[in-house]
């Protein structure tokens, strides 16, 4: 475990959660992990790339993951993840390479569960990013050249899938204010705005830490 620190981002569809992530990344001088993460877990896992981005953030049975878990605590994953199936193959390998990115490096990591994964860590900060139906709606319409109501289903279709996957797999709630440390929306600041906020809140965090 390190001091490093590392920002995790969850996000609502078309809040710009991404590009507040990047702009975070830069500002801090450090690499920012969103699809990166699954090179990444492909890499130090063996498995297929294109497994990772079929099973990304994508929710998976609560009795499969209670599998996922007893295989964990067991010590499966240290030893080639088993035989067990995919899915599970796939969760442990991203949750293990969010901790060696945590142990290696100050970075910024965006969804997959992170904040969980990193919840013992002493120098984590966990976000998440809202925003006005409108602004989330423009901001698909234009990234993904979408009608108003084509860009509504994928709102509702990626968040539903984010909070799926993330209620199965962690011990909170995705979107509950007592998930995280900071919500921002970033319809009220903007992405610069947003950036600036966690970037002090950051520093709050750690200043009230150290008082300890």
């Not at 450090?30 to 090179?39: G, I, N, Q, R």
């Not at 998930?179 to 970033?186: F, H, T």
Request: charge should be neutral; aromatic fraction near 10%; glycine fraction near 8%.
């Amino acid at each position: 475990m390190s001091g490093n620190l590392i920002i995790t981002i969850g996000r609502q569809s078309g809040s710009g959660g991404k590009l507040i992530g990047e702009k975070l990344a830069e500002k801090m001088g450090v690499k920012c992990y969103d699809k990166e993460l699954l090179s990444q877990a492909a890499k130090h896992s063996g498995l297929c790339q294109e497994l990772f981005e079929k099973h990304d953030e994508r929710p998976t049975s609560s009795f499969l993951y209670s599998l996922v878990m007893d295989s964990y605590s067991m010590g499966y994953a240290a030893a080639g993840y088993s035989d067990m199936p995919i899915n599970h193959k796939i969760f442990l390998a991203q949750f293990d390479t969010i901790k060696k990115l945590a142990d290696e490096e100050s970075c910024v990591i965006i969804g997959r569960c992170a904040d969980y994964a990193l919840e013992d860590y002493p120098n984590v900060v966990s976000v998440f990013i809202a925003g006005d139906e409108k602004d989330k709606l423009e901001r698909i319409k234009t990234l993904y050249n979408l009608n108003e109501d084509r860009a509504k289903e994928v709102i509702v279709k990626t968040d539903k899938k984010r909070s799926s996957y993330y209620n199965y797999y962690s011990n909170k709630r995705w979107g509950d204010p007592r998930s995280y440390d900071l919500c921002l929306n970033s319809s009220s600041v903007g992405p610069d705005g947003a950036v600036e906020a966690i970037l002090a809140f950051a520093k709050l965090k750690q200043q009230w830490k150290n008082r300890k």
